[in-house]
């Protein structure tokens, strides 16, 4: 026992009473201590020790074969109130899934260990900092979490007696699909997942803490919490502008955040900067600004299409101490996937642990597969990754896979039509959730899986932070789209490091130093105002008007999809700022 506090002596007793656990581990996030799980993982099979020459301290872990993403249908928020969860939420009465659960977690951890996690979700002390205790029968997840937060004996002396944390049980039970769980209390701040062992479900200081509790923190207290890289562009003056950008789930976060710029912009002296590639807590700051921190202390990227061309610092950040999840393992005890290089290893295990054959066309890591990385191990890191007052943003970014109807790139005409921008991003769907892949289907802010309370009243929080006085410079907000297809489906942007190109206009807008056209849906580039640089031969100059053109039959039928959508979400709470703002759309279209 590391502490008195009698509100997490006594939630401990209750959970252990519940689980029934053989013994309690109390983890002090000591490498010792870590090394110790490591190596009883490796006699169990949870855990393999990879190469350590190649891949020092780094391991490797499958998940179950019908549990290797999130399960956004199995996902509920309990809050009192069946309207305050909203159309995007599943919800259950509190007391009803309290029950429900509880029969489930019943004697789960017999023969097993417990564990107890302290962590925080940015830097410990800090104005942004909550804190949390992960109670959990996984070592995975145990040292998962002493990756992707900063878990520590400090926790308890920042918590004092204070029960002002986030509960969080965690059992793998059978890892039964029909009996799996994640559910938020956010009146309870408590988090309960049951039946994974996968990432998202069951690392529960990231989504379920971090965005889907946070949310809820968030608009009660004045802040947001947000489903947002953050990244800084310096320039060759050294001066550095910060960007926020939110796209879906598998759409670009981390790449974008550990962009390389293209050979002309590192000659003339810019560089990217990491800060964070999945979540951002926002708040005002005391310059009246926006300022944002990364909450994690880790990624956890999607592995297959990560490469040394593709995402060079990411894949140095993996070379070290990390853990890799449902990637191809290679008999010299590395590992491979999809996209890292053009050979296919020979004599390899695919993600299911079967010998693989590259010829047989099936894939051999899963398209969900991933790997937790510490942070610190990142080239670019941003210095101000530790500045506990986060980084001032000049403009946020919404985006998403759409095949035609969004541009390269358009800027909202203030605030509220950036809200509307970011409420209305659709985009394709992807691998990190379980159910179809490919679908479009409207995801306000990246946010709809992960929104903790009812999106409309999310919406009206967006609102509000635009017009709350401690604000007095609102970040530019601009919508982006990498995955614009011609009609044989090839992307029509290279993306990756080009996308530079797109920041840098975006920057000069937040500048003053660009015009751009008014057009229907917002301020467009005009196209020579995009840097094409070095790429002429791939994006010609009508490659760069077709990604610039918006066609109006098209937005038509987006603005008619969009008033279905508002029709079916608003519940009668839609902000008129939003309702006002697809008149306007549909005005322009006319
Ligand atoms: P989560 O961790 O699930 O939140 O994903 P993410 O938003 O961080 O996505 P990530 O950067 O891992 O990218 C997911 C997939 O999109 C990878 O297969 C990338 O190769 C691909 N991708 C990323 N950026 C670009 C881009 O600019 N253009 C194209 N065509 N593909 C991209
Ligand atoms: C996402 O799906 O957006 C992720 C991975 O970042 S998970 O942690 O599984 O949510
Ligand atoms: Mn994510």
Redesign the pocket.
């Known amino acids: 026992m590391y502490t008195n506090n009698q509100a997490v002596l006594t939630w401990i007793d209750k959970m252990a009473a519940l689980t029934k656990p053989d013994k309690i581990v109390w983890i002090n996030g000591s490498e010792e201590q870590l090394e110790e799980l490591r190596q009883e993982a490796y006699k169990t099979g949870e855990l393999i020790k990879l190469n350590g020459e190649e891949l020092p301290g780094c391991v490797y872990h499958r998940s179950a074969l019908n549990d290797v993403?999130?399960v956004e249908d199995r996902t509920f928020i309990c809050c009192e109130k069946k309207e305050d969860a909203g159309p995007t939420n599943n919800w259950m009465d509190p007391a009803q899934m309290h029950k429900m659960l509880d029969e489930i977690y019943d004697g789960s951890m017999k023969g097993r260990t417990m564990y107890v996690i302290p962590y925080s979700m940015s830097i410990v002390g800090s104005p942004f900092a909550k804190y949390g205790i992960e109670l959990t029968d996984s070592i995975y997840v145990v040292v998962s979490m002493a990756i992707m937060t900063r878990v520590g004996l400090d926790v308890y002396d920042a918590l004092g007696d204070s029960p002002d944390f986030i509960k969080g049980l965690h059992a793998k039970a059978d890892l039964d699909a029909e009996k799996r769980y994640i559910v938020h209390f956010p009146q309870e701040n408590t988090i309960m997942s049951v039946n994974s062992g996968?990432?998202?479900?069951v690392?529960l200081g990231?989504?379920c803490f971090a965005l889907r509790i946070a949310s809820c923190l968030g608009r009660d207290e004045g802040w947001m919490a947000e489903?947002m890289l953050i990244l800084g562009v310096e320039f060759p003056n050294g001066e550095i502008h910060y960007i926020s950008a939110a796209f879906?789930?598998?759409c670009g976060k981390t790449n974008l955040a550990m962009l390389i710029p293209p050979e002309g912009y590192q000659k003339a002296g810019y560089k990217v900067w990491t800060v964070g590639d999945?979540i951002a807590w926002i708040r005002p700051g005391p310059d009246g600004r926006l300022w944002a921190v990364n909450p994690e202390n880790g990624f956890?990227g999607v592995a297959p299409g990560t490469s040394m061309k593709s995402n060079p610092n990411a894949m140095l950040s993996t070379r070290k101490n990390t853990i890799f999840t449902n990637v191809v393992l290679k008999p010299d005890g590395t590992v491979w996937w999809e996209g890292m290089d053009k050979n296919p290893p020979k004599g390899a295990l695919n993600w299911k642990g079967e010998p693989w054959d590259p010829a047989d066309g099936s894939k051999g890591a899963h398209p969900n597969s991933?790997f937790t990385a510490p942070a610190r191990n990142c080239p670019c890191l941003s210095k101000e990754y530790d500045n506990p007052q986060g980084v001032p943003l000049d403009a946020m970014l919404f985006g998403g896979r759409r095949a035609k109807t969004a541009p390269l790139v358009y800027q909202s005409r203030d605030w509220n039509h950036g809200v509307f921008l970011g409420a209305t991003v659709a985009s394709e769907t992807t691998a990190?959730?379980t159910g179809a892949v490919g679908v479009v289907r409207r995801d306000p802010m990246s946010m709809r899986p992960f929104i903790g309370y009812h999106v409309a009243d999310y919406w009206q929080h967006w609102i509000d932070m635009g017009r709350d006085p401690r604000v007095t410079k609102l970040p530019k907000i601009f919508h982006v789209n990498w995955f614009r297809t011609d009609d044989e489906g090839h992307f029509l942007w290279p993306g990756f490091g080009d996308n530079m190109r797109v920041l840098e206009w975006i920057l000069k807008r937040c500048a003053g130093e660009v015009d751009a056209v008014e057009t229907p849906i917002g301020y467009m580039p005009r196209p020579e105002d995009i840097n094409l640089a070095g790429i002429e031969d791939e994006v010609s100059e009508d490659t760069l008007k077709e990604l610039l053109t918006i066609d109006k039959d098209v937005w038509k039928a987006e603005a008619a999809d969009i008033r279905t959508f508002f029709d079916q979400v608003g519940e009668g709470k839609l902000p008129k700022e939003l309702s006002d703002c697809l008149e306007t759309l549909e005005n322009n279209l006319k």
């Open positions: 993403a999130r996968y990432g998202g479900n690392l990231k989504k489903h879906p789930s598998a999945d956890f991933r990190a959730a």
